[in-house]
Each structure stands twice: as C-alpha cells, then as structure tokens.
C-alpha cells in the first residue's frame, strides 16, 4: 500500500501531539471509574479506556513522557519503531513495534504505568503508523513530559539516549 504522510494526516484528521508526532483520539468509552474507586493517584474520574492513531516520521520523535495507565501500542503500517522504556526499577528496555514477527519486530508492546518512554521510526524517510490504547482513559492530567536535565540525573547512564528523545 502506497501512502504518503500527508495523505494519512489529511485522512485520519490527525493533529500534533505535544510529546512529538501526531495523532487522533478515536475512542472514548462511555463507561466512567469514579475517581474515588481510582484512588489518590487520579485526579479525578476516568473513562474505563481510550484509543488513538498516533503517527511519526523519521523526521520526528516521540520524546519521553509517563503517565499513570498502562499504555498498549499497536503497530498498523509503514515501517517499524523503536519504543524505549525506563522502568520503574531504572532499567531500560528497547522494544521494536512493527509487523516483520522473523526479524524480532512485535506487532503490539505494552508499557507499564509509571514508565518513562519515548519512540522514534527506525527507517530514514519513512514513517509508522500505531495505535496506542490506554486504561483507566487517558486524560491530560495524567500526563508528565520529561525534562531532559531530571531524566539524565535520575538516569545518567543513558544520557545519549535521554537526549535524542527529548526537547530541552
């Protein structure tokens, strides 16, 4: 299938994303989490879980962020992505998003809540086309974009890769 960036853009109304790349919501259950059933690490209710298209080129990346849900990402077209997590135990884990199963590539990852993570298309002049699914919903508010500086005192021995997947 032949597609251009800018033919997905126009065709999946995507928009840009703070943390790099761009992006649509396209679900948002119905059903609510009372912020009470959440407890202290929500502001607030939540929805039971969202989905988006998320969309990045070689030209751009995905800089570090963390949020308080799990977040599935799924892999739908173009070629693949490296998605890079910090855990919660400071380790860092490369996983490759993309649909070629013999060359190593998983078609989904999962990224745990309270992991710092950030993604960047591996191939030069291509781009990847993910979806990224997350539960509770995702809500702005449960969303912190690393600062380059904290990262790499936190995390000094992956300075290199701290600052190619962040914007300070």
């Not at 809540?113 to 591996?122: D, E, N, P």
Request: glycine share 10%; hydrophobic share 35%.
């Amino acid at each position: 299938m032949d597609i251009s960036v800018k033919e997905l853009v126009e065709g999946l109304k995507l928009k840009p994303h703070p943390e790099g790349g761009s992006y649509r919501e396209v679900y948002r259950s119905a059903g609510i989490i009372s912020g009470v059933a959440l407890g202290n690490s929500f502001s607030g209710d939540r929805n039971y879980s969202t989905s988006i298209y998320f969309l990045l080129t070689s030209g751009s990346f995905s800089a570090f962020y963390r949020i308080k849900q799990d977040e599935v990402w799924h892999f739908y077209l173009g070629t693949a992505l490296h998605v890079h997590a910090i855990d919660r135990n400071g380790k860092l884990t490369t996983h490759t998003l993309g649909n070629d199963i013999a060359a190593g590539e998983n078609p989904q990852v999962i990224i745990p809540s309270g992991c710092w993570f950030a993604s960047g298309v591996i191939k030069p002049d291509s781009f990847s086309l993910v979806g990224c699914t997350v539960a509770p919903g995702f809500d702005f508010d449960d969303f912190e974009l690393a600062r380059r500086n904290e990262l790499t005192r936190t995390y000094p021995q992956y300075t290199e890769i701290i600052k190619a997947f962040t914007r300070e």
